[in-house]
């Protein structure tokens, strides 16, 4: 239809100023850009996303550029690149041309930090240690989400309670608040924490945490997610953001919706140990030694969940003391005879099994013929060797599927099985999400011993080389590096034979040592 003509003209504004394109036009911040400022097209509901739908809608530059509003200008210097087909991810295009402003952030994380946007809050000077309580009406930390959050805080008796706002999109959403410190390399941070469920939910989907930010300005984050967590390291490089992350691991040390959590972060130079409700749970050594610049909290939610409320009832920080300063700086060595209880092992989903102790060590086996079952530890680790002693009937002149053997990095993605078989075999499996089970090496081995004896295995798991031995003889060592499996517990795995028996697997003399 020629312009004009049936109100064509009149129909054009109105979508422009009352309609869908200026519903999208109004989520824009005053910088001419959606989310984070920043090059590129990543991820999903990002700057060039917003562009290309308002070019679907029929936005047209004279409108825009008539509109009376301080985005107006920005969002015309937006648009003539997209139509002159000169976007790309890297934040250049042929010829050196300049490119207009959008970000490349962190696969499924999106930013809504309110910090960048109070420029009077961002020079805040460093404070000095202790510090907290950090939840008052005047602090940064309690600050309004800017125009267009999707987030809404509540600060109020020292605690800030975090919800989503009723207009929020289907949109990954994430806030983040934290404050500066003079740089320290040894310090511990608690939170007391309560995540809440949404009207009308049963299952947790709220994501929150504590951020540590470091001398040089990458961030590292302990993420929590209803009973699992994760450990992620965003590296940020000419504007370019990229997210590290150990494997996400289930911990059922972690409160359900509507329970306080404690968490705790006692971090060296060279690594962290993560306590929740005063258990440890995880070494997290750092690749390359940091002092802390900033520490805060996190929020999130990914764009098809919704997020109830999180409250933060409490946040500090505090130089670490100089006895776990020491123990941080040396490797983890822990020994176990299992005559007795071991209380670094999970006793959760264990119905199906004999889990029973004695003098003669741990009975763990299926109680189901054929059956398999793992135990695993309340604590992860990164590069770890673990070792035990096994008692078994081997036999190589049975045929048989019974097995007992050792595990690694058991986590949500997975886990490494190093194990003997009845009959004087040995397999080495790698398990994920991504393929199930894979055998990486098997085959016969002089170096077991036959009889109701026991053997001696060891299982090293250390950057992406996996090795066993038996008996101190190696007889596997494969460099596993597809499936990224590269954090979580230890423990033992076992097969039932056709006749289950209490006494059918023994296991014993329990050493675990970081590397």
């Not at 053997?455 to 250390?462: G, H, Y």
């Amino acid at each position: 239809m020629p312009a004009g003509k049936g109100g064509l003209d009149a129909a054009r504004d109105c979508a422009h100023r009352e309609g869908p394109i200026a519903v999208e036009l109004d989520t824009m911040l005053v910088g001419g850009y959606w989310v984070e400022e920043g090059p590129g097209y990543f991820p999903k509901y990002h700057t060039v996303w917003s562009l290309i739908l308002l070019a679907q809608l029929g936005a047209t530059f004279d409108i825009i550029k008539s509109m009376q509003t301080k985005r107006n200008w920005p969002v015309w210097a937006a648009i003539l690149p997209i139509l002159s087909f000169l976007f790309s991810a890297c934040g250049t295009v042929p010829g050196g041309l300049p490119m207009p402003t959008a970000t490349l952030a962190p696969t499924r994380v999106l930013s809504a930090s309110p910090i960048p946007q109070q420029p009077t809050q961002t020079a805040a000077p460093a404070s000095l240690l202790p510090i907290g309580p950090v939840f008052s009406t005047d602090s940064r930390m309690c600050a309004a989400e800017p125009s267009g959050s999707m987030f809404f805080l509540q600060c109020q008796g020292n605690t800030l309670a975090i919800s989503q706002n009723d207009t929020r999109r289907k949109m990954d959403i994430q806030l983040m608040r934290d404050l500066p410190v003079e740089p320290i390399g040894s310090f511990v941070v608690e939170a007391v924490v309560r995540s809440e469920l949404p009207t009308g939910q049963i299952l947790d989907r709220n994501q929150y945490g504590l951020v540590l930010g470091d001398t040089a300005g990458t961030q590292h984050i302990l993420r929590l997610q209803g009973q699992e967590f994760i450990w992620e390291t965003w590296l940020e490089q000419e504007g370019i953001r990229t997210v590290e992350a150990y494997d996400r691991l289930y911990s059922p040390t972690i409160n359900p919706a509507g329970r306080e959590n404690r968490l705790q972060l006692a971090c060296a130079p060279a690594a962290c140990d993560v306590r929740i409700n005063n258990q440890f749970i995880a070494r997290l050594p750092h690749p390359t030694p940091w002092e802390l610049a900033s520490f805060g909290l996190l929020a999130a939610s990914d764009w098809d969940e919704t997020f109830g409320t999180v409250t933060f009832l409490d946040l500090t920080l505090a130089p670490l003391d100089a006895q776990d300063a020491a123990r941080l700086a040396d490797p983890a060595h822990v020994m176990h005879d299992l005559t007795a209880p071991f209380d670094l092992f999970s006793g959760m989903g264990l119905s199906g099994a004999f889990n029973q102790y004695d003098q003669a060590g741990y009975h763990f086996s299926p109680v189901i013929p054929y059956d398999y079952y793992a135990v695993t530890t309340t604590t992860a680790y990164v590069d770890v060797s673990v070792s035990a002693d096994v008692t078994m009937e081997i036999d190589p002149a049975r045929t048989g599927t019974q097995f007992g053997g050792l595990l690694c990095r058991a986590s949500r993605a997975g886990m490494v099985m190093a194990v003997i078989r009845v009959d004087g075999t040995y397999s080495l499996y790698r398990q994920s999400q991504r393929r199930g089970t894979a055998i990486l090496a098997e085959g016969a081995s002089e170096a077991i011993l036959p009889g109701r004896t026991q053997n001696r295995l060891q299982l090293d798991c250390v950057d992406d080389q996996i090795t066993f031995f038996i008996n101190g003889k190696q007889v596997a060592d494969i460099s596993d590096a597809r499936y990224g499996l590269n954090f979580g517990g230890i423990g033992f795995y076992t097969k039932a034979g056709g006749s289950p028996s209490p006494d059918a697997i023994v296991f014993n003399n329990l050493v675990i040592i970081e590397q």
